[in-house]
């Protein structure tokens, strides 16, 4: 019953501005922000924010580690219990790439005062649902009101110390492996001006709220160099932050994993505000000359609760990819590590 009242129920979409991981702070502008916060020495803290990492990991003991992460972000669908289970999945998907395991979440809201509360009790049973669905314990949080609804987690973990997955291990001869299909901003922006299909908008909404935790149990037994989340920087950011200063990553773009009406949509010149942000502070990281602009939009597409982008050696690839198809159908190889040869991604 309460699923039923949840999709009779809707969030008013018009004055929430861009929604999902497309409302993060552009890349460019937040180095430049955290570049002037102060860096505390604190050996327990074993990965911070130098790297642009998931989420922050901290010693506990020989055996032990906290994984801490916290997102929250405007609604992108009208179905509020829907709104709560993506917010969540995105939330706890930071945990999974560092290779942790969540254990406790907090509710993170801003609510209008006048608004219905029914709608926010239907996000914070879709939140708890998938918190729930993680194997985590839901304790509480903290809301505000605010003019436009917000909701996330804060999320803690549990990784041992040498199993800790980062954005910066990978080394040249490595394959690149993606467990979602891309193009999740550009579906819901059509859908939001009444151009996709439904089967278009249920394949990106369920790839949204789906947890990347059976992605991650298959990652544990095999030997990853480097991984991450995609989300709102869209592929090409997540690949330039995972290359640094050091690596090229090499993208056939033709193995990319679409989501059904993607690229129809690229091609018929829909674009994102996320995207065209992405566009402008990565593109002189990359080098995509052999791909039309619709090919490109899909790599600077922002991704809401996106897959796990995995690094590990070639030869070990193949085994990876055969382990997560089961669980992840659109789980494919997208490229390789190159030593650095210029551009930080190469698209061919």
Not at 72 to 89: K, S, T, Y
């Amino acid at each position: 019953m309460a699923g039923d009242r949840g999709r009779r129920l809707k969030i008013n979409l018009e004055d929430c501005g861009t929604g999902g991981c497309g409302a993060k702070i552009g890349p460019g502008d937040l180095a430049g922000l955290l570049a002037t916060v102060p860096r505390l020495s604190d050996p327990a803290l074993l990965v911070g924010f130098e790297t642009a990492d998931d989420a922050a990991v901290y010693r506990l003991d020989d055996s032990r580690a906290l994984v801490n992460t916290a997102d929250f972000f405007p609604p992108m669908v009208e179905d509020p219990r829907l709104f709560g289970r993506i917010a969540a999945a995105n939330a706890l998907s930071d945990v999974y790439a560092m290779g942790g395991r969540p254990v406790l979440a907090l509710n993170l809201v801003v609510f209008p005062e006048n608004e219905d509360p029914e709608i926010l009790r239907e996000i914070l049973a879709g939140g708890a649902e998938k918190v729930l669905e993680a194997g985590a314990s839901l304790a509480g949080g903290h809301s505000i009101y605010g003019r436009q609804p917000r909701y996330g987690l804060a999320v803690t973990g549990l990784v041992h110390p040498g199993k800790i997955l980062t954005n910066s291990g990978a080394r040249p001869g490595d394959a690149l492996i993606l467990t979602k299909p891309l193009g999740i901003g550009l579906i819901m922006s059509a859908h939001r001006g009444g151009l996709a299909s439904e089967s278009e908008v249920l394949a990106a909404t369920s790839a949204m709220e789906t947890l990347n935790r059976r992605a991650a149990e298959k990652l544990a037994g095999h030997p990853v160099s480097a991984a991450t989340d995609v989300t709102g920087f869209g592929l090409l950011g997540h690949l330039s932050e995972m290359a640094g200063e050091k690596l090229t990553m090499a993208l056939d773009f033709d193995s990319l994993p679409l989501l059904p009406g993607a690229l129809k949509h690229a091609r018929d010149f829909l674009s994102t505000a996320a995207g065209q942000r992405n566009r402008n502070q990565l593109s002189a990281r990359a080098d995509t000359k052999s791909l039309d602009q619709a090919s490109e939009e899909i790599l600077y597409d922002p991704q809401t609760s996106g897959g796990l982008l995995v690094a590990l050696p070639a030869k070990n690839a193949g085994a990876l990819l055969a382990d997560l198809l089961p669980v992840c159908p659109g789980a494919a190889v997208i490229g390789q590590v190159m030593e650095n040869e210029g551009p930080k991604v190469l698209a061919l």
